[in-house]
T-cell receptor
Framework: DQQVKQNSPSLSVQEGRISILNCDYT??????FLWYKKYPAEGPTFLIS?????DKNEDGRFTVFLNKSAKHLSLHIVPSQPGDSAVYFC???????????FGTGTRLQVTL | DAGITQSPRHKVTETGTPVTLRCHQT?????MYWYRQDPGHGLRLIHY???????DKGEVSDGYSVSRSKTEDFLLTLESATSSQTSVYFC?????????????FGEGSWLTVV
């Protein structure tokens, strides 16, 4: 049972345009959400997070939006850069647990 | 970069042989985790530890055991490796409960079981 779903395995965006990566979840107990970025042959690195008490969190070019009623979150990258090409994982936490549940990842390719 | 070292980084082993992966941290963090990454599954938690000699199972713990005799070391053992355990294994650490940017991942160990 996949509690965190990323339904788009891949996404291609032109440099300078907006990248939108989506994530859906089924567990209503999740109250903290994170995005990780992963380059080939490296470990995932934390990118941005959002608490369930918020609906938006922004950090530079990265913004995460949370729609609790739809159990949906999205990561916006504006403007997209070639160095953003990586696999992006959505993850969720129940807050009291000390472990994350990850989505299957979306491979973003930013083209010139 | 967080001080996490995984060894070995790459290993090929035969079915039925035991394999131990090691994770060493220099951050003195309390929590340590082992995840595996597979196509179509993302990262899945195998086992985690919340202190020396304190461990618990994750969602895919069958066929794996762990040990933590020191704060800095967390070992993952495949008692009898199977082809389904061919994967990339990531160790992770966190100072307290996961809350955003407090979890750090190692660079991964690529294991192939033939």
């Amino acid at each position: 049972d996949q509690q965190v779903k990323q339904n788009s395995p891949s996404l291609s965006v032109q440099e300078g345009r907006i990248s939108i990566l989506n994530c859906d979840y089924t567990n209503s107990m999740f109250d903290y959400f994170l995005w990780y970025k992963k380059y080939p042959a490296e470990g995932p690195t934390f990118l941005i997070s959002i608490s369930s008490i918020k609906d938006k969190n922004e950090d530079g070019r990265f913004t995460v939006f949370l729609n609790k009623s739809a159990k949906h979150l999205s990561l916006h990258i504006v403007p997209s850069q070639p160095g953003d090409s990586a696999v992006y994982f959505c993850a969720a936490n129940t807050g009291t647990a000390s472990k994350l549940t990850f989505g299957t990842g979306t491979r973003l390719q930013v083209t010139l | 970069d967080a001080g996490i070292t995984q060894s070995p980084r790459h290993k090929v082993t035969e079915t039925g042989t035991p394999v131990t992966l090691r994770c060493h941290q220099t951050e003195n963090h309390r929590y340590m985790y082992w995840y595996r990454q597979d196509p179509g599954h993302g990262l899945r938690l195998i086992h985690y530890s919340y202190g020396v000699k304190d461990t618990d199972k994750g969602e895919v713990s069958d066929g794996y055991s762990v040990s933590r005799s020191k704060t800095e070391d967390f070992l993952l053992t495949l008692e009898s490796a199977t082809s389904s355990q061919t994967s990339v294994y990531f160790c992770a650490i966190s100072e307290n409960r996961v809350s955003g940017n407090t979890i750090y991942f190692g660079e991964g160990s690529w294991l192939t079981v033939v």
